[in-house]
């Protein structure tokens, strides 16, 4: 659906009037099904994880519950609001906002974790600090606003 023409989906900077997402929301769009792939991948596995620890242990199965919980519900979320940026309005910048701002937080609160486990902790949060700083930091921009708020 492009056209042969620079910016031709534009009326003016920064005030998008065509059907061509811009550029940036598309890479927002991309981090979200990134993260919500991660997400969904190591929910499953902390799933298999808990699963086996509980069976064995026999320890309370509420808490790996909870947890597989969160990871998958976050992925969810990561992957309908990628979804809903064609669409979607102002509530959708909104919320995904909202959402990078605390998979932020979780990010750096998982770096204290490190005690040792590795990957997991370490790593973990810093792909996931960066891919939602950067997030952030696309949603804020005008661009952002003015597609968001486009007339449907």
Same mark, same amino acid.
């Given at each position: 659906m492009r056209s042969s023409a620079p910016n031709s989906s534009y009326?003016?900077?920064g005030h998008p009037t065509g059907t061509d997402m811009p550029g940036l929301m598309r890479a927002a769009r991309v981090l979200l099904f990134v993260m919500g792939g991660l997400q969904l991948t190591v929910g499953v596995l902390v799933a298999g994880l808990l699963g086996g620890i509980v069976a064995n242990d026999g320890g309370g199965i509420a808490d790996a519950v909870a947890v597989v919980g969160v990871l998958l519900g976050l992925g969810a979320l990561s992957i309908i609001l990628g979804t809903k940026f064609a669409t979607g309005g102002g509530g959708v910048r909104v919320t995904t906002i909202v959402y990078a701002s605390l998979m932020i937080v979780a990010c750096v609160g998982g770096l204290g974790l490190g005690d040792g486990f590795g990957l997991i902790f370490t790593g973990g949060p810093v792909i996931?600090? #960066?891919?939602?700083g950067m997030i952030l930091a696309l949603m804020a921009t005008a661009?952002?606003? #003015?597609w968001f708020n486009r007339p449907r």
């Amino acid at each position: 659906m492009r056209s042969s023409a620079p910016n031709s989906s534009y009326g003016y900077p920064g005030h998008p009037t065509g059907t061509d997402m811009p550029g940036l929301m598309r890479a927002a769009r991309v981090l979200l099904f990134v993260m919500g792939g991660l997400q969904l991948t190591v929910g499953v596995l902390v799933a298999g994880l808990l699963g086996g620890i509980v069976a064995n242990d026999g320890g309370g199965i509420a808490d790996a519950v909870a947890v597989v919980g969160v990871l998958l519900g976050l992925g969810a979320l990561s992957i309908i609001l990628g979804t809903k940026f064609a669409t979607g309005g102002g509530g959708v910048r909104v919320t995904t906002i909202v959402y990078a701002s605390l998979m932020i937080v979780a990010c750096v609160g998982g770096l204290g974790l490190g005690d040792g486990f590795g990957l997991i902790f370490t790593g973990g949060p810093v792909i996931g600090f #960066a891919c939602s700083g950067m997030i952030l930091a696309l949603m804020a921009t005008a661009q952002a606003g #003015a597609w968001f708020n486009r007339p449907r």
